[in-house]
């Protein structure tokens, strides 16, 4: 257990040696109007191949189990380059988890996987304001960029935790030519969001964060059942226990090649997140709400809705 706490402490700080880069992005980050500190915590959702709706899935926001609800915690700068334009970098701890026993489709119900796992991610995005209040008190912003993130799938059987990667439970070590998935993978966060101004150095924001990972074993799951022999002989009879715990009454359900998983489809996350925000310091003509100089006019009279 310390291993692999020790393990998971190492990969964190890697992903924070990743957002010290970020940071010292000077083209961006010299010309900030303003530097705000952020602070938040989040519900978290996974989107995989365990669980989700009643019909095929699709790893979209209708597979979602709310059942399966974890949380996530974050901390970030943003970066104010003007009233429209700001580059915010992330770190996030978040939990994920998806069973079968909380799908009604019975394909996906009688496979009977279940998986949790930590993340560790760092992102950096590009912040867009596309719409502020005319008390100059709230604004609607959207977002995207990329992210590297560090995950580990493990089950319970038996009472027992059960680090997944470790087993091949889908031929991982028993096929010749079939290596075990990384750990480590790149995303790319996309989402929304509103702020909502306390203070002249202070405000909050209230956003769905969503990314694309760019692996389908986040959950363990992808591809299709593999005969239970050679995982016995590769990596023992738990790693077969674990690769098919299937409860089904459908006849051959995991006879060797049977669906197991969806490989078309790379796992999915996201956060719907609350933030504090608070201004570290103001450059030249800069504010802590909605950064950059004051606008000297409008459009026929009425303020922009972004300006540049």
Not at 49 to 71: A, C, E, Q, V
Not at 151 to 177: C, H, S, W
Request: proline residues 3%; hydrophobic residues 35%.
């Amino acid at each position: 257990m310390f291993k692999n706490q020790l393990k998971e402490t190492i990969m964190f700080c890697k992903l924070y040696k990743c957002v010290i880069l970020i940071l010292m992005l000077g083209p961006f980050t010299s010309r900030a109007q303003s530097i705000d500190f952020i602070a938040g915590a989040s519900t978290s959702h996974f989107l995989g191949d365990l669980g989700g709706k009643f019909t095929l899935g699709t790893n979209d926001i209708s597979d979602l189990d709310l059942p399966s609800t974890r949380y996530a915690i974050t901390a970030g700068v943003r970066f104010n380059l003007n009233r429209t334009f700001s580059i915010r970098t992330n770190l996030w701890y978040a939990r994920v988890a998806g069973s079968d026993k909380y799908t009604k489709n019975r394909e996906r119900r009688g496979r009977n996987l279940n998986f949790f796992s930590s993340i560790y991610e760092a992102d950096a995005v590009l912040e867009m304001n596309i719409w502020r209040s005319q008390d100059r008190k709230k604004i609607f912003y959207v977002f995207g960029g990329v992210g590297y993130l560090h995950f580990n799938p493990k089950t319970r059987m038996n009472g027992q935790v059960y680090e997944l990667r470790d087993y091949g439970t889908e031929g991982q070590y028993a096929i010749a030519g079939k290596s075990p998935y990384a750990l480590t993978t790149m995303c790319f966060p996309i989402g929304f969001g509103y702020k909502f101004k306390l203070s002249k150095r202070e405000f909050l924001t209230v956003e769905v964060n969503s990314r694309k990972s760019q692996t389908d074993y986040i959950d363990d799951v992808s591809t299709r059942y593999v005969d239970a022999n050679l995982l016995t002989a590769a990596k023992g009879p738990t790693a077969a226990a674990l690769a098919d715990r299937n409860i089904s009454d459908i006849p051959g359900f995991s006879d060797p090649g049977s669906i197991r998983g969806d490989p078309k489809d790379m796992d999915s996350y996201f956060f719907f997140s609350f933030s504090y925000n608070i201004t570290l310091g103001v450059g030249k003509g800069g504010y802590s709400f909605g950064s950059g100089r004051r606008p000297r006019g409008g459009i026929n009279g009425k303020r922009k809705c972004f300006e540049f």
